[in-house]
């Protein structure tokens, strides 16, 4: 008998390791264990944390949770109060995210402690850059879960929803409460009311967990799609015409939360091409959202073909701006001061603006970091940038201070990324791409969590094995945290520095190839194209080194810093070195704080990212016993064709460079395996 029960449980267990596609991310939880839950309001948000409570509960059974809508002074925004069995919160979306709280500590194991959960960022938005045709500009996981082209692409199906709700649902758990729902390089078709209907059934499906919907939209559109002669925003009639258009979606979606814009950035119109200023079009549209509590986010990415250093443009144009916003107005910056590279310093624009709102925007879709081939956990780099030092108001005024209220009193606080999701079964084409998400949310809500506990929980709540009664607290045993979570989360911690390291170490960036910014390139130089948008105006090499020069010989984009950080980053000898060739151009025998030249040093580094990724190829198949077959083969085959990128960067990088530096790649390390010629005739084309 004893046997039989052995075989059966052996059974249950690999049917339970057997296969699973990843499309129920960190939801896998459901259990039978009987819960009461005493509430006495009741709305579909509040009928979403019973249901959750019901089919997730771990904690004793028949045990009584008291869901308290009622206000109390310490809770801010959706925040909430939580005690072992007891919820309060000034709204229902509060009770909510109290929810999944209490669900996610249970199944982590996370001690459950009274406390006062407020977030740090009162919008937390994904911007998808998904086209009205479907296709999605950087994603890499299929089509868009939005929109498509052809007969039924404005039909609302059974199957749209439920993906939909399912999507609402994987964002409420990590507190995410908002989503633009099409591209920066947003199409005026956008506004038209067919558009609007789509939008309207989307946000019937997310409103009840608590997610507004939000539009990009295009300068122009007066012009384009209105039927007027300018769209110039000082215009009476562009003014009319837009206060109609906001009045117009207000009367669709009574709860839509506004307009995200990209104007005068990468050949899209907006008020300078009418002689206006950034704040003249943001304030237009910001008084056609005044009566409805709508906002206007305004994006910073600006930089033009000009002989400046591209990485100061944003902040020359903004600064002079900064005052002049209306308040429901938020400025858009990009993390770093150039665009989503591996590594970059922080923009200086972060606690410089300080008085307007000021909403960081990351990346999640891996534009720059490998698309949803590489293993990369981005939290670490959020971390990073988060918990830069500004000095703007003495120090402590990190990134994460100066834009989530806690130094300027902003009206709104809001934070923003760039999301990888798309039609593929997995969401994201990689099962640790849906790592990124999960990383977004959770800082969005709080930007003071560890990059190691937001790896621990994701890791926990995607892998574990529950019991097969499906009704226990899931057991981490001790074999499954030795050999599963701890290797894997190292993995996680480490995968964003292996990348940079084998892409661009150092301060290096944007040497990619051609415009799919997924191999190296720093050859990439096409007659005719703008400087800025090629390698060598990013790389500089030359015979007498490498790197660009932002120091006060330079570009002197460090003046755009504030004291003591400008003179730190100004000089090599204190710059951290993680920056160095970001903001120094030095010389091949350059001395590092090891010892080495700047040349060894470099094949080093791209060398041990090889390494790395190659370590993570053995840990990953000892961790065969831990995973479903399906996610476990899926993942080791996208890290082999991680190691040969890996291997293909280091080449390409050290056999070009190597042109310029004329010393030898240092003979303890493995050799190059391509030939440059050949790399450069293929030109590193995706596919
Ligand atoms: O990094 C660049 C991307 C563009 C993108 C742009 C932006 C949406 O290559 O694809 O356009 O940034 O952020 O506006």
Redesign the pocket.
Known sequence: MKRLIGVFMAVCFSIALFAENGHNLWLRNKSNNPVNIVSKKSSATLAIAKEELQQGWLGEANSTVTLLVKQDKTIKGDGFKLTTNNIQANTDLGILNGVYELLRRQQTGEAIQDAVINPSYELRLLNH?DNLDGSI??GYAGLSIFWRKGDDAFKVTETDKQLWKEYARANASIGINGSVLN???ASPDMLKKETLERVKAIAEILRPYGIKTYLSIKFSSPAMIGGLKTSDPLDPEVITWWKNKVKEIYSIIPDFGGFLV?AN??GQPGPQDFGRTHADGANMLADAFKPFGGIVMW?A?VYSPSTEDRAKQAYNEFMPLDGQFRDNVIIQV?NGPV??QPREPFSPLFGAMKKTSVMPELQITQ?YLGHSTHLVFLSTMWEEFLKSETYQEGSGSTVARCTDGSIFPQKHTAIAGVSNIGLDTNWCGHHFAQSNWYAFGRLAWNDQLTSKQIADEWIKLTFNQTSSDNSKQPLFSPDWIVNFLNPVEEIMLESREAAVNYMMPLGLHHIFAG?H?YGPGPWYAPKGLRSDWTPPYYHKADSDGLGFDRSPTGSNAVSQYHEPLSSQLADPKTCPEIYLLWFHHLSWDYKMQNGKTLWDEICYRYDTGVQQVRDYQKEWDKAEPYVDSQRFGEVQSKLREQCKNAQIWKDACLLYFQQFSKRPIPYDIERPVNVLDELIKKDMKRH
Do not use: T
């Open positions: 850059w500009e950087r591209n920066v390089n990209k950035s990468e994006r990415f990009k665009d989503f534009e415009d910014h």
